[in-house]
């Protein structure tokens, strides 16, 4: 919350100092941030749930491993992949209905999350052997998070009291392995 709020706060210093027609083009826009309080993620209901699972994917995935800053980096790339290709909404299992709608569709305007061929000098390149050990970092938060974060869509909590679980004819999401 400090760092939203300190944003905010340069934010309104910079609007500021800004040319007063476009000061007036601005807040036609009526532009407005709502925090959470602080100290209250379950305000934040199913964002903070996808963050919690992600830390828990990423410590049982890398544990007490040293990684170089150039691994971690690229298992963080491909794990921002893996979670930005997962659908938002309701997903049909009728090949006929539109794909449905992604993070990856939204930032980016495609599915497909890789970035073109970019051309680097040698020495940025990771070594084979470092990227290999990314690619496995990267497969294993995949399976954790498969293992961690599905089965908690299962049992339904709010905050400190249960909800009753699924029942015939409720919205599931399944498990394909061979999908991020």
Excluded at 22 to 46: E, N, Y
Aim: glycine fraction near 6%; charged fraction near 25%.
């Amino acid at each position: 919350g400090t760092n939203f709020k300190g944003g905010e706060r340069e934010l309104k210093e910079s609007f500021i100092a800004l040319h007063p027609e476009l000061q007036a083009q601005l807040a036609s826009l009526k532009i407005r941030f709502i925090f959470d309080p602080p100290s209250a993620p379950h305000f934040g209901g199913c964002w903070e749930r996808e963050i919690r699972s992600l830390k828990t994917a990423l410590q049982v995935t890398i544990g007490a491993q040293t990684v170089t800053e150039e691994v971690l980096r690229t298992v963080f790339i491909e794990v921002e992949g893996i979670l930005n290709s997962k659908p938002i909404g309701y997903t049909s299992s009728d090949i006929a209905n539109p794909d449905p709608v992604t993070p990856n569709i939204l930032l980016m305007g495609r599915r497909d999350a890789s970035l073109p061929q970019v051309v680097h000098q040698d020495f940025e390149l990771l070594s084979r052997r470092r990227w290999r050990h990314s690619q496995v970092l990267a497969d294993h938060f995949w399976r954790h998070f498969i293992q961690h974060y599905l089965p908690n869509l299962q049992i339904r909590q709010k905050w400190r009291t249960e909800e009753a679980n699924l029942q015939i004819g409720d919205t599931v999401m399944i498990v394909d392995q061979q999908l991020p």
